[in-house]
């Protein structure tokens, strides 16, 4: 069984840094891309990240380019992301994903429970 | 970056009705089209990825169909547990991008 569990979240002041991990299991984590989606309270769905496999490759969306990392630790089948110079429309809960099929960075096919992330002074 | 319009934002139904949403992108997405449920307080659970494929386990009261921009997604026989709010996620380029969303509920 495919499991994602995110930890991280919490209160943190505009500016400031905050670091999220995800713990994947149940799946070859080496061979999926991985990917983070967020949504702001009452709000829709907004892609953040994506990491390759090996994570050579990441992606962002304009909204986080430059202030937010992805990485990922095969050997520790985790997935990361720092978010750096914290804004409050950051504030959202933070899902962390898993991509359909092995080495195609497509769908979004299995979701954690997410974790909070609040920016507020 | 393609933009998906998704409608209605929110519908009211019986039990037993049929509901459909359309999602439009604003460009050809070759049916790289999925369709997901979330519940209050849960994560979304993808029901449907490339236009009409259901996951395993998921009922085939779900259905989707479309092609180029423009898609559907249904509900045939809706029964409560189906009240959640439904998305569509285009995944042909990036930046994926997701559909507004549609609430719905129960008449």
């Known amino acids: 069984e495919v499991q994602l569990v995110e930890s991280g979240g919490g209160l943190e002041q505009p500016g400031r840094s905050l670091k999220l991990s995800c713990a994947a299991s149940?799946?070859?984590?080496?061979?999926?891309?991985m990917t983070w989606v967020r949504q702001a309270p009452k709000k829709g769905l907004e892609w953040v990240a994506t990491?390759?496999?090996?994570?050579?490759?990441?992606y962002f969306p304009d909204s986080v380019r430059g202030r937010f990392t992805i990485s990922r630790d095969n050997a520790q089948s985790s997935l990361f992301l720092q978010m750096n110079s914290l804004k409050s429309e950051d504030t959202a809960t933070y899902y962390c994903?898993?991509?359909?099929?092995?080495?195609?960075?497509?769908?979004?096919?299995?979701w954690g429970q997410g974790t909070l992330v609040t920016v507020s002074s | 970056d393609i933009q998906m319009t998704q409608s209605p934002p929110s519908l009211s139904a019986y039990l037993g009705d049929r509901v459909t949403i359309t999602c439009q992108a604003s460009?050809?997405?070759?049916?790289?089209i999925g369709w997901y449920q979330q519940k209050p307080g849960k994560p979304p659970r993808l029901l449907i990825r490339?236009?009409?494929r259901l996951e395993s386990g998921i009922p085939t009261r779900f259905s989707g169909s479309g092609s180029g921009r423009d898609y559907s997604f249904s509900i045939s026989n809706v029964e409560s547990e189906d009240i959640a709010s439904y998305y569509c996620?285009?995944?042909?380029?990036?930046?994926?991008?997701f559909g507004p969303g549609t609430k719905v509920e129960l008449k």
């Open positions: 994903t898993r991509q359909g099929l092995p080495g195609y960075n497509d769908w979004f096919a299995f």
């Open positions: 149940g799946f070859t984590f080496t061979n999926y891309y």
């Open positions: 990491i390759s496999t090996s994570g050579s490759r990441t």
């Open positions: 460009q050809n997405i070759d049916k790289y």
């Open positions: 490339f236009t009409s």
């Open positions: 996620l285009q995944y042909v380029k990036l930046p994926h991008t």
